[in-house]
């Protein structure tokens, strides 16, 4: 199975429809988001985009989190599953964690509890080897301080 790791979106529209649309080209059905995607708006069009699985925590620039958890309790972003600060998934037996920010990324990486950790919040793409757990920055689907990017792991 084919996941994409997408971090940093910032309401960049334009990035996160082209992204998008590649991963539903590539037959990818989930999506784990590392954080600030920032608006309640893009949550909605993250979720129109893509039919499949979003998994997400919240970044430091979420600004209104109480409207996208609304929209999700509410069902009106039913693809979408928020999980805090971080999260824990288990996909074809592969333990996985997602947050937004390098320390508790490495933190979680270094407890020898998962194979894969991703996170955000540098803008940077990054990867790493602590231990058996394969530590992962998909870098910024905005653009912003360096070129648009995400991981398809």
């Known amino acids: ?15 996160l429809e082209k992204a998008f649309s590649y991963l539903n080209k590539e037959g990818i059905r989930t999506v784990i988001h590392c954080g600030d ?32 958890l ?3 309790k509410d069902g009106k972003v039913s693809n979408v599953k928020f999980y805090g600060d971080s999260g824990e998934l288990d996909i074809d037996g592969r333990k996985i964690a997602f947050c937004h920010k390098p320390l508790p990324a490495q933190g ?12 955000g919040h540098t803008h940077q793409p990054w990867e790493e080897k602590t231990g058996k757990c394969r ?19």
Not at 2 to 10: E, N, Q, T, V, Y
Not at 108 to 119: E, I, Q, R
């Open 135 to 153: 530590l992962v920055n998909p870098g910024t689907l905005a653009g912003m301080f360096s070129k648009a990017t995400f991981a398809i792991y």
């Open 1 to 15: 199975m084919k996941i994409a790791i997408i971090s940093d979106s910032h309401d960049n529209l334009a990035t």
């Open 108 to 119: 979680l990486a270094a407890s020898g509890k998962y194979d894969l950790v991703f996170y």
């Open 37 to 68: 995607i920032c608006s309640p708006d893009t949550l909605k069009e993250m979720s129109r985009l893509f039919p499949g699985e979003i998994h997400l925590v919240f970044g430091n620039v979420d600004g209104d989190q109480y409207s996208m």
């Open 70 to 72: 609304k929209l999700e």
